[in-house]
């Protein structure tokens, strides 16, 4: 067999392992955060935010149309796993010709152990990768990063081909593949050009003798080539057409191929090849021309409607996310930020402590290093891996400088350009909305090339120590020197990341849009606040076509004339536009508008009867009389200089409810903050995973809760997949969105058991009346609670868990009070009395309840020694 076909053999079976690890951790639906929208816009060919993506949403609409799985997003995230087990087949492929280069012998030349060595400790790094805690998350998902690291992978180890070929006739089109990948990256993602630094030095070695000059020229060259890239080409073509329409870019074409029919005549080779290059730059970047063409198309999704030239030119350059400096390090004048900047001396302090030790170095820790727990906020913890691939990657790096010093540059250039060069661009302000990790994994691949070469050094080292070698005994050793890499670093990188990156089962998004969908009475308009209750709706409605009758309401996206346009004039799947009676014109040029504290009322039509009608169903009293309209004072959403404002958010609210109250539904998502609601936090009632606007005035805000809908919705509606079944793994975004649910038994079971013996009545799964005793309810709603959501998993709050024991105890169910009380006691015994006076008072309550006397008498008398300390305590503060 010959070496080409072992080492195809053994590519393949990279492939496969990586490939058959994704699969059984696969998500077998769309995840949270920008998921469900890469998945709907892929599937409709929309418009997702800006820059786009659009050879990704090519090729992903290709898959969505593959009857792999029946679920849409399940076809995407099986995409994902493809081309992350084809980047870590490159990785092999990649460690394998890094060894070839300073061994300075074709691999045909090797002898065994040398085979196994370079094999096997390539297969090391390679699946080093695989298994890394930020890459394989990307890979059982959809997104962009698991495609940016496939095409980076590919750009690299074509740069390698070359590098062997050359001075070969025909070598040159390594170089056009490498620019015309580097050309189609631009349609997926911008982090790929980092690679570009990596590619002149992998040039400039083979091609130019070192000396200080041509370094320095070369350093010139390689960083006015990404300038021409990135200001001429990505952002200069778009103000080409803005500035000349179509006609400039005709004459661009045609001055390109003119000049290359030129210097091809003339045999002028590096004007060739450098013409060449461009146009293979500027027919890679075409791919942009889907989101023009599909915004004329006027899809579902259409962030931005880049229809026009100069909106195109403002999508592309993501002019709506603004700009930042790159060096002052605090920059941002929003409070939040200016608050956290205080923590920090200076710049530099910020930078070292915040930017790149918080947001870089513990990210690359947690892959070779060891991830503490699957938690936002989760530190190095050397127990986990025993930062065994950081040590054989630290010792690979110095092995291949003394080796090979001008190829280990270029592996150290993609290493810091991805990681260190990329936080410095970045600059990203404290706090993040969520962990940045996915950001750095070209550092984190550049780094698994090392962790491949630093185990094939390892057996060089121990076999030139060994002086009576003999060639059977090498053998032994390069496969015990592989072993040992295998299972002490993949192996335990397999083992203590399996369960945290295992998907399967976990339907919580799905189910999470639906409920909150389904929640909802038809025509209705539903606000929502950010990605993870907008873009798992979009998912339903764009791809599952599940009640696309509801106009959702992105509240950032309310803050854009274009989206508040698109609601009032737009029916997408044929729902009713918005009706907002603002002109276009005002709508377009929204602003902020000063105000004082303002009085609305608004004609309450049918919602009025509403209210009465559902209290006569359910038997259950209102708080209140309904009024005849819906009346709210508007309340100033920030205060500059003393003068109250209202962002353009706040007005479209104002200007939704005002225009469609009475007429349509309208409803809040639970997640949305009550300060986003324009004051009326006290106009709303509480259904589920949605409040909705009532003409009802509650004594406090969001304290009026409806118990007929609420049990319907949670019993009868909404879905809960495996969200009790502990065997199935459950990632931290899901946990906290379910950890809404608690509260709504909780809620529902209090109110139930306020008139133990009241008639109450609801529907049941077939949509069957029943009337039952309130308290036997209110029990019911706890079991449910309780086999659903277990304390083990859904961790609560101390008042939550003294209301379920005291209502079960109150019920005469005390052995299902116990766990609860059992959760209270070991809050309480990690802090005192006097830390967590609180805390101490809810479980004396609870032992009560659950007939524990003398249990509650002790905590009461400890809670009266502790009071003066307490009075104490709490005069310093006011002093």
């Known amino acids: 067999m010959t070496h080409r076909n072992v080492n195809r053999i053994i590519a393949a079976g990279i492939f496969l392992v990586a490939e058959a690890i994704y699969l059984s951790t696969m998500a077998p639906t769309f995840s949270f955060w920008d998921c469900g929208e890469v998945i709907a816009t892929s599937r409709t060919l929309g418009i997702p935010h800006p820059p786009g993506a659009p050879l990704y949403l090519l090729v992903g609409h290709l898959f969505s149309l593959l009857p792999f799985f029946d679920d849409i997003g399940a076809r995407l995230n099986f995409f994902s796993t493809l081309i992350s087990s084809t980047t870590i087949m490159l990785t092999w492929l990649i460690i394998v010709r890094l060894i070839a280069l300073y061994r300075g012998t074709k691999p045909e030349a090797w002898s065994l152990p040398e085979k196994i060595a370079a094999w096997g400790g390539a297969a090391v790094g390679a699946l080093a990768l695989a298994f890394s805690d930020s890459f394989w998350f990307n890979a059982t998902e959809t997104g962009l990063w698991a495609a940016s690291s496939l095409l980076t992978a590919t750009i690299f180890w074509m740069m390698l081909c070359w590098h062997d070929e050359d001075p070969a006739p025909g070598s040159e089109r390594w170089l056009l593949g490498v620019i015309y990948m580097i050309g189609l990256s631009i349609g997926v993602h911008l982090l790929c050009l980092l690679a570009l630094f990596s590619l002149v030095l992998i040039y400039y070695f083979k091609k130019y003798t070192v000396t200080p000059k041509s370094f320095g020229l070369m350093a010139l060259f390689s960083l006015g080539l990404f300038f021409l890239i990135y200001k001429l080409i990505i952002k200069g073509i778009p103000v080409l057409l803005v500035l ?290 907008t873009f798992p709706l979009w ?100 205060t500059y200089q003393g003068q109250g404002f209202l962002r353009p958010q706040d007005i479209a609210v104002y200007a939704i409810v005002v225009d469609n109250f009475g007429k349509r539904p309208i409803y809040f998502a639970l997640t949305v903050d009550p300060a986003e609601m324009t004051g009326l936090d006290r106009n709303l009632r509480l259904e589920g995973l949605v409040y909705r606007v009532v003409p009802l005035r509650s004594a406090s805000a969001l304290s009026f809760a409806d118990p007929g809908t609420l049990y319907g919705n949670l019993f009868n509606v909404y879905r809960y997949r495996n969200t009790g079944n502990l065997a199935v793994n459950i990632d931290e975004t899901s946990r906290n969105l379910l950890g809404n649910y608690p509260p709504l038994f909780a809620r529902l079971a209090i109110t139930l058991a306020a008139s133990p013996d009241a008639p109450v009545t609801v529907s049941d799964a077939s949509g069957a009346r029943k009337t039952a005793r309130s308290g036997a309810l209110s029990l019911e709603v706890l079991d449910r609670y309780a086999r659903l959501f277990p304390l083990v998993r859904y961790p609560v709050t101390p008042k939550l868990a003294g209301s379920v024991a005291t209502l079960y105890a109150a019920g005469g169910a005390n052995e299902k009070a116990y766990p609860y009380i059992h959760y209270l006691e070991t809050l309480a015994a990690k802090t005192s009395v006097g830390q967590e006076p609180g805390l101490y008072f809810t479980l004396a309550q609870a032992y009560r309840a659950a007939g524990k006397v003398r249990e509650a008498e002790s905590i009461m008398n400890d809670l009266e020694l502790a009071l003066p300390e307490l009075r104490m305590r709490l005069d310093s503060l006011k002093q």
């Open 244 to 533: 000349t329409s179509w006609w400039g870019m005709t004459l661009l074409v045609a001055a390109l191929a003119f000049g290359i029919w030129y210097s091809h005549k003339n045999r002028l080779t590096l004007l060739n090849l450098g013409l060449l290059s461009v146009v293979l730059l500027i027919l890679g970047y075409t791919s942009y021309m889907l989101i023009f063409v599909r915004a004329h198309a006027g899809p579902p999704i259409n962030e931005n409607d880049p229809s026009t030239l100069q909106a195109f030119f403002s999508y592309v350059n993501r002019e709506q996310y603004g700009e930042w400096p790159l060096w002052p390090r605090r920059w941002s004048p929003e409070p939040v930020y200016q608050y956290y900047y205080q923590r920090y001396s200076s710049e530099l302090d910020y930078f070292w402590s915040y930017q790149l030790k918080q947001m870089y170095l513990r990210y690359f820790g947690w892959q070779f290093i060891g991830r503490s727990a699957d938690v936002e906020g989760a530190v190095v913890d050397w127990g986990k891996l025993w930062g065994l691939p950081f040590l054989a990657g630290l010792f690979g790096a110095v092995a291949h400088f003394r080796k090979n010093w001008k190829m280990a540059l270029p592996v150290a250039t993609l290493f810091l350009m991805t990681g260190v060069i990329l936080v410095l661009y970045l600059n990203q302000p404290e706090p993040q909305p969520r962990e940045r990790d996915y950001s750095y994994v070209g550092s984190f691949f550049a780094f698994a090339l090392w962790i491949g070469i630093g185990i094939e050094r390892l057996f060089a080292w121990v076999a030139s120590r060994l002086k009576s070698l003999t060639p059977a005994h090498a053998v032994w050793l390069s496969v015990a020197v592989v072993a040992c890499g295998l299972l002490s670093i993949d192996g335990r990188m397999l083992m203590a990341n399996y369960r945290t990156h295992d998907r399967s089962g976990n339907y919580v998004p799905w189910d999470w849009a639906w409920n909150m969908l389904q929640s909802c009475d038809k025509d209705a308009i539903l606000f929502t606040n950010g990605d993870n209750d």
């Open 539 to 638: 998912y339903l409605q764009e791809v599952e076509r599940i009640r696309t009758d509801v106009r959702v309401v992105n509240l950032s996206l309310a803050n854009t004339g274009w989206y508040l346009l698109q609601l009032k004039h737009d029916s997408p799947r044929g729902a009713k536009p918005v009706n907002i009676e603002m002109s276009d014109d005002d709508l377009a040029n929204i602003s902020y508008v000063p105000v004082d504290s303002v009085e609305v009322a608004v004609p309450a039509g049918r919602e009025a009867r509403k209210l009465y009608d559902d209290a006569r169903r359910t038997g259950v009293a209102l708080p209140g009389a309904p009024s005849d309209s819906l009346r709210w004072a508007i309340k100033p959403a920030l």
